[in-house]
């Protein structure tokens, strides 16, 4: 009796490390599958800057989904109408330049929302004078239907003048 007790014990001991072990490879799939994601979303990030280099404001709207937000000048604008509106006079300087890096991304489990941070840098020339203004940025993004990534939310700090 005592042995088919044990004999019990012990097959109830192996399970359970085995339920363990497949939890622990499928925990380390799931975290292989994310960290590749995070690295296609730093790179839809530089995809997204590079289509601005080319496109200007073209290229600054259709990187965001269609209900994107971009919270700019203490006011939030939302969808395409609305961050054309307030990006219309930026992008009319025509010595406006605008550049950025993300250094970091992190994305959720479920791999369909994640976010990028890194610094950007604007340039334009006032009365002949060329202004720079830098900071850091946060881009919120939603995988769409089709894989590709889409802003979702976009806000940058700029650096304070000490």
């Known amino acids: 009796m005592f042995r088919r007790i044990s004999l019990a014990l012990a ?4 399970a359970a490390c085995s339920d363990a072990a497949s939890d622990g490879a499928e925990a380390a799939r799931v975290e292989e599958t994310v960290r590749g994601l995070e690295a296609e979303l730093i790179e839809a990030d530089r995809r997204f ?13 259709t990187g965001f989904a269609p209900s994107g937000r971009m919270i700019a000048g203490g006011q939030s604008h939302v969808g395409p ?10 992008f ?6 605008i550049s950025w890096d993300p250094n970091y991304a992190e994305v959720a489990a479920s791999g369909d ?32 239907d089709d894989g590709s990534w889409k802003v979702k939310a976009d806000i940058g700090n700029p650096d304070t003048a000490d």
Do not use: H, K
């Open 11 to 14: 097959l109830c001991v192996l």
């Open 49 to 61: 800057a590079a289509s601005v280099q080319r496109s200007g404001l073209a290229g600054w709207i």
């Open 81 to 90: 109408e609305g961050i054309r509106r307030a990006m219309l006079p930026v």
């Open 92 to 97: 009319a300087d025509t010595s406006f330049t």
């Open 113 to 144: 929302m994640g976010y990028t941070v890194g610094r950007y840098e604007q340039r334009s020339r006032v009365d002949g004078v060329t202004v720079m203004n830098s900071g850091t940025y946060l881009t919120v993004w939603r995988r769409q």
